[in-house]
């Protein structure tokens, strides 16, 4: 074919309609791909900052409208590979887990209670008649039953051991012992957003809930469905149109292409 021929049909294609419509669609996903970089950046950058609020955030306390108390704290959005530099102790929790971890919290909790609050929450007491180990030496068991509410209590089971000394009338305790005890604690926790921030939090009704130490990560974000995602290289069967023989043809191999969609 003649140089003359070819640049006749380079001229046509160039003053036809599919040569405007192919322009309109480049500039189309040149700009979507612009608008999809921006927000890559946005998402970094908001990531970014997440991150910094939680290696400086300090644990929240509060009681919700049940009366249960709650802590909070500033969570990380992190890939396993990031969270090594940016915080030890839950790198190692994730390392000894198996299969995909989505998200992971480490708590430390602190359950104080004094006299006063516990004889508040005491159901029953019991106890048994002393078992006489000798002369001067007797074994009391004891029971104690406290009921905070339907999810939380504590039961326990003892042993006293005391001494009497016939010299002076006194009693001595040489032990106490617990030889059984149950615990029931409900706890709430989880990721929530507030304010635009990641925030890891847990909650108890059990009296005397305190949090000492409290860290979470978020390891995997679900993909957004959205248009318009980014270049990518394929390899396959693509049906086109030859247009210096005026016939369609069909190629095979590796192939460019934008992926318009993403679910």
């Excluded at 305790?173 to 604690?185: A, D, H, K, L």
Aim: hydrophobic fraction near 35%; proline fraction near 2%.
């Amino acid at each position: 074919m003649k140089i003359n021929q070819i640049i006749k049909i380079i001229w046509n294609f160039v003053n036809s309609n599919l040569f405007i419509y192919t322009l309109a669609i480049l500039f189309i996903i040149i700009l979507a791909q612009m608008c999809e970089n921006n927000r890559n950046l946005k998402n970094e950058l908001s990531i970014y900052k997440q991150n910094q609020y939680a290696l400086t955030d300090t644990i929240k306390n509060e009681e919700l409208k049940n009366g249960a108390l709650q802590s909070s704290i500033n969570g990380f959005i992190s890939s396993e590979k990031e969270l090594k530099d940016l915080n030890k102790t839950l790198y190692n929790d994730l390392k000894i887990q198996k299969g995909k971890v989505i998200s992971l919290s480490h708590v430390i909790l602190i359950l104080k209670q004094d006299s006063t609050e516990l004889s508040n929450y005491l159901v029953n007491s019991n106890n048994s008649k002393p078992i006489k180990e000798n002369d001067s030496t007797f074994i009391l068991p004891w029971y104690l039953s406290y009921k905070y509410d339907s999810s939380n209590y504590d039961i326990f089971n003892g042993l006293t051991k005391i001494r009497f000394k016939k010299i002076d009338n006194s009693i001595i305790n040489e032990s106490t012992q617990i030889i059984n005890r149950e615990t029931q604690i409900e706890l709430v926790w989880g990721q929530k957003m507030e304010k635009n921030k990641l925030r890891v939090f847990v909650n108890s009704s059990y009296p005397g809930f305190k949090t000492k130490s409290l860290e979470g990560v978020l390891l995997s974000i679900p993909k957004r469905q959205h248009w318009f995602n980014g270049f990518c290289i394929s390899v396959g069967i693509t049906a086109s149109y030859n247009f210096i023989n005026k016939t369609p043809i069909m190629i095979i191999g590796p192939h460019i292409g934008y992926n318009i969609y993403n679910w």
